[in-house]
């Protein structure tokens, strides 16, 4: 970061700290990530991770296969989100 501020270097996309954030958080929710966290930090900080973060998703345009859902969402496609409810998870 200091080389780019400098002008050293050229960095693309621009950092932007706040969806890294954001994307780590979800990287804690991730099956494949799963065991490598509680394989690699102590148990007792494992959970409380779990209790700390909430459930967070990268929303990848990718589509799904057709037999797959988003997890925790129980949806297909993000464009299914429109019916979700703004002050609660279940749909109308």
Not at 2 to 26: I, N, W, Y
Not at 57 to 72: F, G, R
Request: proline share 10%.
């Amino acid at each position: 970061m200091d080389a780019a501020a400098r002008g050293e270097v050229h960095v693309t996309p621009p950092f932007k700290p706040q969806l890294e954030e954001k994307m780590l958080s979800a990287f804690l929710w991730m099956g494949q990530l799963h065991g490598f966290g509680a394989n690699n930090w102590a148990t007792r900080y494992w959970r409380r991770y779990g209790e700390v973060f909430p459930y967070t998703w990268i929303v990848d345009p990718t589509p799904l296969p057709p037999h797959a859902v988003i997890p925790e969402l129980g949806i297909h496609d993000w464009h299914e989100m429109a019916r979700f409810r703004k002050n609660s998870a279940s749909l109308f």
